[in-house]
């Protein structure tokens, strides 16, 4: 039985809205992360994947990168002809609207009060889903998964168990996170932060850039779209090697590449793309580097998108994803993502785009890996009889 994602509603510091993003990827390459000094501590200038349209003094930035995602879908979703008891809600998140309670507890700090529009429930985890089930009135099962960088990946999955299991006929799933200090600062702690742009899989690559963004699929069993793109698999391990630090081995990732491919009933040789995690972190790029070529060799083409979009945490896996739904859902979509940068040789053998190239695709992975060694490939193309 087919899933569909019969839509997306995206946004990332590549822009608001599908053809934006696609744009952005096919022109002559332009720097599309933002320098701001207000999020280290230090004040130190950093490179982040902002949504320029709304400035970081924006109150409630989180909801409204939903707001920006969810317009998109308008057209889609007047298509769903359901109960709305029979529409669920899956998002993906790390951080909720916890940049409200930063911005609140700096106000308490000085005046000794809270802000009056101040809710602690924004930081709930659950608030993203919530708020897109009360947006859409959707009464179904409504939920979030937080599991880091590999939140909405899982989220994905999660919507298609729900379709699998017959409690929901349109899933709205995929992830959301906005900028704030305590990811940033968070990952500085970690001598995880590029004072410059991000350089995946470079021999001098030095960390990652922390990013926003929101990607929102419609997905159902119905096809509601002649652009709808089939969910064909995905594949959960879990190696808790370690709470940040990938096994080296690569047998995580290793192990959810391939259960999404027995999910598709797809052979290593059918995936045409692979967009990785590739954070630009030391130890990330080698264990993906060593897992890719294990299972696909040095033949599939491969590149990350996370110097364009910023590493987007919780909202990485839906937005990356995402970006090889564009390149299956619009044929005319044919510049890969690529990586202009000197490969590091110590690195394992993969097929690294690091120029422009143009290919038509009609089987793409995307990788997600997160803390605590949670990992989670999923599997998109297009049904072929």
């Known amino acids: 039985m087919p899933f569909w994602l019969n839509d997306l509603g995206i946004v990332s510091a590549l822009g608001v809205g599908q053809k934006h993003t696609m744009a952005r990827i096919s022109q002559a390459p332009t720097q599309t992360l933002t320098n701001v000094s207000s999020l280290v501590f230090e004040q130190r200038p950093t490179f982040v994947g902002l949504v320029d349209v709304l400035p970081l003094t924006e109150s409630m930035r989180f909801y409204k990168l939903i707001d920006l995602a969810l317009a998109q879908l308008t057209d889609t979703l007047a298509k769903v002809t359901c109960s709305r008891d029979r529409i669920a809600v899956v998002m993906g998140t790390s951080t909720a609207a916890i940049q409200e309670g930063e911005r609140a507890r700096k106000v308490h700090a000085k005046e000794g009060k809270w802000p009056a529009q101040f809710n602690y429930y924004d930081q709930a985890l659950i608030a993203p ?71 995946p899989f470079s021999k001098d690559r030095k960390g990652i850039n922390i990013g926003e963004a929101a990607a929102v699929f419609v997905m159902s069993k119905e096809q509601l779209n002649d652009h709808a793109v089939a969910f064909l698999g995905g594949g959960e391990s879990s190696d808790a090697h370690h709470i940040s630090a990938p096994i080296s081995d690569g047998s995580g990732a290793i192990s959810a590449m391939q259960k999404a491919l027995n999910d598709a009933n797809l052979l290593a040789t059918d995936i045409d793309y692979i967009n ?110």
């Open 276 to 385: 990785a995690h590739g954070t630009a972190t030391v130890q990330n790029d080698a264990m993906e580097s060593l897992a890719i070529s294990k299972v696909f060799g040095n033949n599939t083409p491969v590149s990350s998108s996370k110097h364009l979009t910023g590493h987007t945490l919780g909202a990485a896996g839906a937005l990356e994803a995402g970006l090889c739904w564009l390149y299956l859902a619009y044929p005319e979509f044919t510049r890969l993502v690529f990586n202009n940068t000197e490969v590091d040789e110590s690195l394992s053998d993969i097929n690294l785009i690091t120029q422009p190239r143009d290919a038509s695709v009609s089987y793409c992975l995307s990788n997600s890996f997160a803390f605590g060694g949670n990992n989670v490939s999923v599997i998109l193309g297009h049904l072929h009889e």
């Open 129 to 199: 889903a919530a708020y897109i089930a009360k947006t859409l009135d959707a009464t179904g099962p409504c939920y979030s998964i937080s599991t880091a960088c590999s939140s909405s990946a899982k989220a994905m999955i999660s919507a298609r168990a729900l379709l699998s299991a017959d409690l929901a006929d349109v899933v709205i799933c995929g992830g959301v996170d906005s900028l704030c200090q305590l990811t940033v600062n968070g990952f500085d702690s970690l001598s995880s932060i590029s004072d410059e742009i991000c350089k």
